[in-house]
């Protein structure tokens, strides 16, 4: 890869999704429900491929489309509610509501980062990673909806 502006972003990228996974697991580590463990091991998987993806960018493996765009759906719960400290009892509601301030905070972190670039491969690369995040978001929102506010039999 010629240009080195873009290897540093590449390098700090790397570096965030390796912080993201390892707080996963972590997470992971401090609840006892099997589903939120389950949620939060996904995420840590989703993580480490991000990150060995853009390893693989980085070593010039991929063209521009590497990453597709999709719509997301933004429920904007983490920019609503308040992230709960996380404790060995904790529920998953809670563990969700902190997962999606997560996603948020590297969702915006990207979006950041890409509009301070020119036109070019390292915005467009920022603005497809700040999409792969919000859709992370999107998931773990919809599981602490679906958590929190559970369908009764009245409707």
């Known amino acids: 890869m010629k240009n080195k502006e873009l290897k540093h972003i590449l390098q700090a990228a790397i ?10 697991m972590h997470l992971c ?3 006892d429900d ?3 463990k389950d949620t939060l091991r996904y995420l840590a998987g989703e993580e480490k491929k991000h990150r060995n ?7 010039g493996r991929f063209g521009e489309q590497a ?3 999709t719509e997301v759906i933004d ?3 983490a920019q ?7 404790e060995k009892d904790s529920e998953s509601k809670e563990v969700y509501l902190v997962a999606a301030h997560r996603e948020y905070n590297a969702h915006t972190f990207y979006k950041n980062l890409a509009n301070i670039h020119p036109e070019g491969e390292a915005r467009e690369l920022l603005h497809k990673m700040a999409n792969e995040e919000l859709k992370h978001k999107e998931k773990v929102e919809y599981l602490y909806a679906n958590t929190a506010f559970p369908q009764t039999a009245g409707g």
Request: glycine share 2%; no cysteine; charged share 45%.
């Open 75 to 77: 429920y904007e719960i």
């Open 15 to 24: 570096e965030k999704e390796k912080e993201s996974y390892d707080f996963y």
């Open 80 to 86: 609503y509610l308040e992230a709960p400290d996380i």
């Open 53 to 59: 993806f853009l390893k693989d960018y980085r070593k």
């Open 29 to 31: 580590d401090m609840v």
């Open 67 to 69: 990453l597709r765009l």
């Open 34 to 36: 099997e589903g939120a």
